[in-house]
């Protein structure tokens, strides 16, 4: 008698297995197939990724070759295409190449627009910060002092790769909208700073002397200067910064030398 109830037993539990397969597995088999697409949609839009850096590597490479071999109309039409690329990295140096390129034109509301562009258009400090900083160089002497305030001041914070350069720009704008004190504050900050290159520290010293005698009106054509000495240290900052690069230890980019190349 026993194995008769241990039979039915077994039956009713057969029936009840069956029942909750024939109700949860339609469930089941959308759970699974979703987890197939999202594991195949991670896949894809990694593989994607290297895809669009892998073009817009090429593509930006091609511009600087054509830069080289003095083809502008060649050049611009790279840059474009990496930019369209889609490789947020890529895109930002397409932008500030070809705001150089209106740098030499002459076209600095232009050069000022894309290098903005440049800096929105990647999260990476290296590349936007240099972008925000050529173009405040660029609106140094007609942009308002709120408006360059506004550009620099975030990035004199800690941690930002081009603070001291940063710095010493926005003492410049301030000493030339007529913030003497201000200016004054943020060169001696400057030479306090321990990592300050030595060569910014005698430009601060210098422009902190020209303060103190009453002649900061020279001060733009010492650092209009300084900057064209240090033409090597700029263009290892404002050639771009490969996607991964390390900081460059550069100098604050003249106002005159933003072109790319």
Same mark, same amino acid.
């Given at each position: 008698m026993s194995d008769v109830? /241990?039979?039915?037993?077994?039956?009713?539990?057969?029936?009840?297995?069956?029942?909750?397969?024939?109700?949860?597995?339609? *469930?089941?088999? *959308?759970?699974?197939?979703?987890?197939?697409?999202?594991?195949?949609?991670?896949?894809?839009?990694?593989a994607r990724k290297g895809w669009t850096a892998a073009e817009a590597s090429q593509a930006y490479q091609r511009g600087l070759d054509a830069l080289e071999a =003095?083809?502008?109309?060649?050049a611009e039409a790279a840059f474009a295409e990496a930019e369209a690329a889609g490789s947020p990295p890529y895109q930002a140096l397409a932008l500030m190449q070809r705001a150089g390129l209106r740098v030499e034109?002459? /076209?600095? #509301?232009? #050069?000022v627009a894309l290098f903005d562009q440049a800096a929105e258009a990647t999260d990476e400090p290296l590349i936007s910060d240099i972008a925000r900083l050529k173009a405040a160089w660029l609106l140094m002497g007609s942009g308002s002092i709120e408006d360059m305030t506004a550009r620099l001041s975030p990035l004199t914070e800690e941690g930002r790769p081009f603070r001291f350069q940063a710095q010493e720009a926005l003492a410049l704008a301030r000493l030339q909208h007529g913030q003497t004190d201000a200016?004054? =504050? =943020?060169? =001696?900050?400057?030479?306090?700073?321990? /990592?300050?290159?030595d060569s910014m520290r005698q430009r601060a010293q210098v422009a902190l002397s020209l303060i103190d005698?009453?002649?900061?009106?020279?001060?733009?054509?010492?650092?209009? @200067? *300084?900057?064209? *000495?240090q033409a090597q240290a /700029?263009?290892? @900052?404002? #050639?771009?910064?490969?996607?991964?690069?390390?900081a460059p230890g550069a100098e604050a980019p003249a106002a005159g030398a933003a072109t790319e190349h």
């Open positions: 109830f /241990e039979e039915v037993e077994e039956n009713l539990r057969s029936e009840r297995w069956n029942e909750l397969f024939r109700k949860w597995w339609p *469930a089941a088999a *959308a759970i699974a197939g979703a987890a197939i697409l999202i594991v195949g949609g991670i896949w894809f839009v990694d =003095q083809n502008e109309a060649t034109r002459g /076209e600095t #509301a232009e #050069a200016a004054r =504050q =943020q060169l =001696q900050a400057l030479t306090l700073e321990l /990592e300050l290159p005698a009453g002649t900061a009106s020279s001060l733009p054509g010492i650092v209009e @200067a *300084a900057g064209r *000495a /700029e263009a290892e @900052a404002a #050639a771009g910064p490969r996607p991964g690069a390390e």
